[in-house]
């Protein structure tokens, strides 16, 4: 029994499949989003959302963090239960482990992006230039912030599962509803933004109840049509807006906060990934198919915290050069610009995502640890005092960007640095991890 417990588990492919597509559809997303401009000196933006509102109905295909964060809890409840099993991991060092993957590479995206604005700044590079390049560098951070914190909370969340099961994520969507309503029919301020936590947390909750064996049989088929019944009637009867991305100047937007609409709209999709998944395996069982997919995962999140980088690269070299036509928004022509915008850009990533992985002991380290004279049990609290500070600002970084009013927030930047070192601090009286950073899958 002991030998069968030691043994890794059985990976699903789908899931890794479900977390490198769900990228790729936001990446596509982001670039498809904004129009850059470039008139008589200065940069702009269209938004094709408000000018061109039938196109709201496309951010139905590339929002795709709803089955991003259901296969991070499959992956997370995987890794948590086989190591606290197998391997006698502590939840301490389990969950330094983790947080430290994430933080890792964005820690050096945080610092390498700084020190860009830093210099640019110091230069004297117009302020509104900077802010507009600082922003779109730094819009996508939010989901690694709610990302942060639901790892945290992961050794709870499936204990939560094992005691009360699908109650869990019902609780949480409750949640969302109750509030909800009191922002939007109530005019409560600021308590909307807890549905950051509430909704992702609810597909992340249903994650973790996937991999326990409580989406089987018709449950994944129910939940999908039962979800699209509610997003239906919520959009028909005029409650909520079709777009499930942010449009500037709607009273209601179903992703800053999340809404219900929102949650319907992920569990709908929750549902679909869940259904299709045992097919999917069968399809991804191909050895070159596999090698392909362990490549792409080894890569997701260098593709996730980087892709924005391009845009600007090329906004600034291409635009001002008149290297790309500007024809008139939603033209024919226009479409085919966007196509050539994408086509690109997907070069230009493709040639830094290799830059990344050859100097992947660097982008793609997790954060070294430091030993420090401290308990398991404070060392616990101090971590995660210090992922609650990292998560605090990389929604600060997303909300403001890394250059408001042209210049560095230079104490966000320090919340994120305390935040990050809180982290690394391993206690000396645990027992010592001998070995590497696991890759905990």
């Known amino acids: 029994?002991?030998?069968?417990?030691?043994a890794r588990p059985v990976r699903n492919l789908a899931v890794d499949f479900y977390r490198v597509s769900g990228v790729v559809l936001i990446v596509l997303g982001h670039w498809l989003a904004g129009a850059v401009t470039y008139h008589d000196g200065h940069f702009g933006r269209e938004n094709p959302l408000v000018d061109l509102p039938w196109t709201q109905w496309l951010t139905w295909i590339f929002q795709a963090v709803p089955v991003f964060f259901l296969a991070a809890g499959y992956a997370g409840a995987v890794s948590w239960t086989h190591r606290r099993g197998a391997d006698g991991f502590s939840r301490e060092v389990w969950l330094r482990h983790r947080l430290a993957r994430v933080l890792g590479p964005t820690a050096v995206y945080i610092v390498l992006v700084s020190v860009v604005v830093a210099v640019l700044v110091a230069c004297g590079v117009p302020g509104s230039v900077l802010e507009y390049a600082g922003w779109a560098v730094a819009m996508h951070l939010w989901f690694l912030a709610v990302y942060v914190v639901v790892v945290s909370l992961t050794p709870i969340a499936v204990a939560a599962q094992t005691r009360w099961g699908l109650l869990v994520p019902a609780v949480?969507?409750?949640g969302v509803v109750v509030l909800d309503v009191a922002t939007i029919a109530g005019h409560v301020a600021y308590v909307g933004w807890l549905n950051y936590l509430l909704c992702w947390g609810a597909l992340y909750q249903l994650?973790?109840?996937?991999?326990?064996?409580?989406?089987?049989?018709?449950?994944p088929v129910l939940l999908a049509a039962g979800s699209a019944i509610a997003l239906a009637l919520l959009i028909w009867q005029g409650w909520y807006p079709v777009s499930m991305i942010g449009v500037p100047g709607q009273a209601v937007q179903n992703t800053t906060p999340p809404t219900v609409a929102m949650l319907a709209f992920a569990c709908t999709q929750a549902g679909l990934v869940v259904t299709l998944a045992p097919a999917l395996n069968r399809v991804l069982r191909a050895g070159f198919v596999k090698r392909m997919l362990f490549i792409a995962n080894n890569n997701v999140m260098a593709l996730y915290l980087w892709h924005m980088i391009p845009v600007v690269i090329v906004a600034i070299v291409a635009y001002p050069a008149g290297l790309l036509p500007q024809p008139l928004e939603g033209t024919a022509q226009w479409w085919l610009v966007r196509l050539e915008w994408i086509a690109i850009l997907s070069l230009v990533t493709?040639?830094?995502?290799?830059?990344?992985?050859?100097?992947?002991?660097l982008f793609a380290a997790p954060l070294p640890m430091l030993a420090v004279p401290l308990t398991a049990r404070w060392g616990e609290v101090v971590m995660l005092a210090g992922a609650l500070m990292a998560a605090f600002s990389l929604h600060m970084f997303a909300y403001a960007g890394f250059a408001p009013d042209g210049?560095?927030?230079?104490?966000n930047v320090l919340v994120f640095t305390v935040g990050v070192a809180l982290v690394a601090l391993r206690p000396t009286q645990t027992s010592p991890l001998t070995a590497p950073v696991p890759t905990i899958g």
């Open 1 to 6: 029994m002991a030998q069968a417990n030691s």
């Open 172 to 174: 949480l969507a409750i």
């Open 207 to 219: 994650g973790i109840a996937w991999r326990g064996g409580l989406l089987a049989g018709r449950r």
């Open 350 to 361: 493709a040639v830094e995502i290799a830059l990344l992985w050859w100097q992947r002991r």
């Open 407 to 411: 210049h560095l927030p230079w104490v």
